[in-house]
Nanobody, 124 residues
Framework: QVQLVESGGGLVQAGDSLRLSCAPSGRTFSSNTFSTYTLGWFRQAPGKERDFVARIVWGARGPAYADSVKGRFTISRDNAKNTVYLQMNSLKPEDTAVYYC????????????WGQGTQVTVSS
């Protein structure tokens, strides 16, 4: 079982930037092992379902983004640090949500492991 922990959320103004981080808790993986996981970010606004934001698949395939964040958000990974990041620029009030990171099992694309979430609030 992999426990994921997000950090970096907060309260910002529209147009500001934030960087979210997510890493496993209480466990360290080798860089090679961590590189086999698909990693992703999702978000859930109050009263709404959890939505896909971005993902980065193991291997050389490029990242994928929801249309609503394309061009503003960037997902990246540091396998040596066992960390996935979400750089969020030009934030809008509609980006307000709890952000969750997720990870697959090795060489998978289905998200089997989830974090507890970090709140991002964007004021207008």
């Amino acid at each position: 079982q992999v426990q994921l922990v997000e950090s970096g959320g907060g309260l910002v103004q529209a147009g500001d930037s934030l960087r979210l981080s997510c890493a496993p808790s209480g466990r360290t993986f080798s860089s090679n092992t961590f590189s086999t996981y698909t990693l992703g970010w999702f978000r859930q606004a109050p009263g709404k379902e959890r939505d896909f934001v971005a993902r980065i698949v193991w291997g050389a395939r490029g990242p994928a983004y929801a249309d609503s964040v394309k061009g503003r958000f960037t997902i990246s990974r540091d396998n040596a640090k066992n960390t996935v990041y979400l750089q969020m620029n030009s934030l809008k009030p509609e980006d307000t949500a709890v952000y969750y990171c997720a990870a697959s099992s090795a060489f998978g694309t289905r998200f089997d492991y989830w974090g507890q979430g970090t709140q991002v609030t964007v004021s207008s």
